[in-house]
C-alpha cells in the first residue's frame, strides 16, 4: 500500500505561483497513474491532471479548467510528482490532494474521476487572495 503526503501549499497573492509536491512511501509511484485534485468549500472534488511515465515518455491529461496554468511533473531523482500553479487567482483557493491509481492501461481522459483512484494523500491548503 501506499502512502501520499502532500507539501507546499499556502497563502499568495493573485498572479503569483505555488508548487506543490506529492510524496510516496510505503511503495513506491511505480510509473503511476498519479492524479491531482482538489476541493473547495462546499464544491466537489474537482479533477486538475494526471500522469503516468517510463523511462522513456511522460504522459498527461489535464482538465480544461487549469490547462495551460497547471503543470504536473515527476522528479527523477525522488519519489514524488509536483504541480506547478501559474497565476493563481481566488478561484484557485482549495484543499489541493494528490491520489494514486492502481496499475492502469487505458486512456488517462478515464481518469478524471476521483472514483478511479485508490489512494489519497490528505490534502495541502491554497489560498489565494489579496
Known amino acids: 500500500q501506499v502512502q501520499l503526503v502532500e507539501s507546499g501549499g499556502g497563502s499568495v497573492e493573485p498572479g503569483n505561483s505555488l508548487r506543490l509536491s506529492c510524496a510516496a512511501s510505503?511503495?513506491?509511484?511505480?510509473?503511476?497513474?498519479i492524479g491531482w485534485f482538489r476541493q473547495a468549500p462546499g464544491k466537489e472534488r474537482e479533477f486538475l491532471g494526471v500522469?503516468?511515465?517510463?523511462?522513456?515518455?511522460?504522459?498527461?491529461y489535464y482538465s480544461d479548467s487549469v490547462k495551460g496554468r497547471f503543470t504536473m511533473s515527476k522528479d527523477s531523482r525522488e519519489d514524488t510528482v509536483s504541480l506547478q500553479m501559474n497565476n493563481l487567482n481566488s478561484d484557485d483557493t482549495a484543499v489541493y490532494f494528490c491520489?494514486?491509481?492502481?496499475?492502469?492501461?487505458?486512456?488517462?481522459?478515464?481518469?478524471?474521476?476521483?472514483?478511479?483512484?485508490?489512494?489519497w494523500g490528505r490534502g495541502t491548503q491554497v489560498t489565494v487572495s489579496s
Open positions: 491520489a494514486a491509481a492502481e496499475s492502469y492501461s487505458g486512456p488517462l481522459y478515464d481518469l478524471d474521476s476521483s472514483a478511479k483512484f485508490n489512494y
Open positions: 510505503g511503495r513506491a509511484f511505480n510509473g503511476g497513474p
Open positions: 500522469m503516468t511515465w517510463s523511462d522513456y515518455e511522460r504522459n498527461y
